[in-house]
């Protein structure tokens, strides 16, 4: 399973970047076809399409590459995730069809908005984030939860980049509040590898660079291939 | 502003806990009724509902109180908190009046179902939650993000209850991945305060405490009533 699950995330990395489709096959053999949350919108704003072309445009070279985002894993993944992680008696086969990623289970616009770009040679991931008006924590600005939520998912596609690896701890310095349905920046690298820790720095700031909103560090945890995880 | 946000808290705090209604008001002179969130609905597990019903008892002699929750903050709320911190360059009324609290802003069943219970002498928070199938991180799990939103909302809740304050850190060890669909116990309390600085401390076990799944604390910091937040 590690070996598939591994492979899934190479081929979500390497999704073609000139001729991004709205929508593509996971495997051939599956019928299902999935929506690709990591495109344009329209409820995306100037600054975030903008900021979009433009990492595009570093993908031509190839030394950036866009990230597919889907809402529900594919039938296989998760087959093989049950069997080979999932105690059945807590997740029955029904429910984890199912089940949906937290972070794309929103309408269009009302929750995340995001699109990941991954830089292999750097180890840094960026991630382009603008809040919907479902993501409030105080009136008028993001929730903490939202944040750590941003935090997580891109720090985590930063280290799934080197390996399958969960969260192990996430440190959080909330230095301004964020405006809701304001665009952010995320950007997140790869600091230092001990055995299966992998060590992610993160930072989150406004689109013109002046405003730094947060500070995170982050550690994940390769999972053990011979572990199930409870 | 300041005054009426923390009379406001304080009514959370001190709701009737042996008459639970599922709607009020929460000013007279107001007349849209908020249904209350922190009450048992049919996607509420045995689980859930037996350990309401357990801290519902402990509601009765007054040394625990059951914390109201809504969706949206009442019109006089947001227009007090509008003109005494928000930008309006960045925030229309409009967009204030849709938006919606994070962990509320889920169908029934399908995002964060909860209830919190507040200790005054002890300056102690109790969040009974339960996660649904759209909280999912690796399949058959809640994500690390979801479980910090609740963190969030609970250490918040908890450092409300001594004055208006806004998250400066969080510090979150995640120990055990949380089974999708299951029912934790999120458990906070004031372990110091410096000043404006709250510092919460917070852990995340199963019902029966037999297992720690999370682990975290959590700075705040009282807002200041002669600033703006941006």
Redesign the interface.
Known sequence: MLRSCAARLRTLVAAPARRPGPVWRLFSSEKVVHKDYGLPNPSWSKDLRLLFDQFMKKCEDGSWKRLSSYRQ?PTR??KD??TR???PR??KEE??S??????R??EEG??FEYVMFYNKVERRMVCLFQSG?????????V????I??????TT?MCAYAEGVA?????????K??I????VVVVNCQISNTEGRKLFVSCSIQSVDEKTLYTEATALFVKLDPDKR??
């Open positions: 894993n993944v998760l995730f049950q992680f999932v105690d807590f997740m429910q984890m199912k089940a949906q990623q937290f972070t289970s929103f009302l929750g008006l479902h993501l409030q924590g105080v009136p008028g600005y929730h903490g939860g939202a750590a939520t941003i935090i997580d998912v985590g969960m969260t192990a701890n996430l440190n959080i310095d909330y301004k509040p405006p809701l349905c304001s995880l409870t």
